[in-house]
């Protein structure tokens, strides 16, 4: 079992960046897949990027290629989404999920979730 923990949200304007972080507790971290998901308000969840166990696959929403950055270190415990050239359609609340499998890109594989981080873009 693994607890998540995210940080890093806030308010920025729009063609500003943010980088979240998640760190998890747990001793098995290294053995999951990791996702940042988003929800805005009205909309249903979303699976934004995932990396595998490893770190050296990762998978991203078409909307957020290029701008956005999945990344994890497994000494740390701690997986990051590195957010640049913001828009006002990324604001949501964002979470962060692991699944017990070494890659998945299906959403309902995640079943550990951190509270949430909201992320706010202005225009």
């Known amino acids: 079992q693994v607890q998540l923990v995210e940080s890093g949200g806030g308010l920025v304007q729009a063609g500003g960046s943010l980088r979240l972080s998640c760190a998890a507790s747990?001793?098995?971290?290294?053995?999951?897949?990791m996702g940042w998901f988003r929800q805005a308000p009205g909309k249903e969840r979303e699976l934004v990027a995932a990396?595998?166990?490893?770190?050296?696959?990762?998978n991203y929403k078409d909307s957020v290629k290029g701008r956005f950055t999945i990344s994890r270190d497994n000494v740390k415990n701690t997986v990051w989404l590195q957010m640049n050239s913001l828009k006002p359609e990324d604001t949501a609340v964002y979470y962060c999920?692991?699944?017990?499998?070494?890659?998945?890109?299906?959403?309902?594989?995640?079943?550990?979730w951190g509270q949430g981080t909201q992320v706010t873009v202005s225009s």
């Open positions: 999920a692991a699944a017990p499998t070494k890659v998945t890109w299906a959403e309902n594989d995640y079943t550990y």
């Open positions: 747990g001793r098995t971290f290294s053995s999951y897949a």
């Open positions: 990396i595998n166990w490893t770190g050296t696959t990762t």
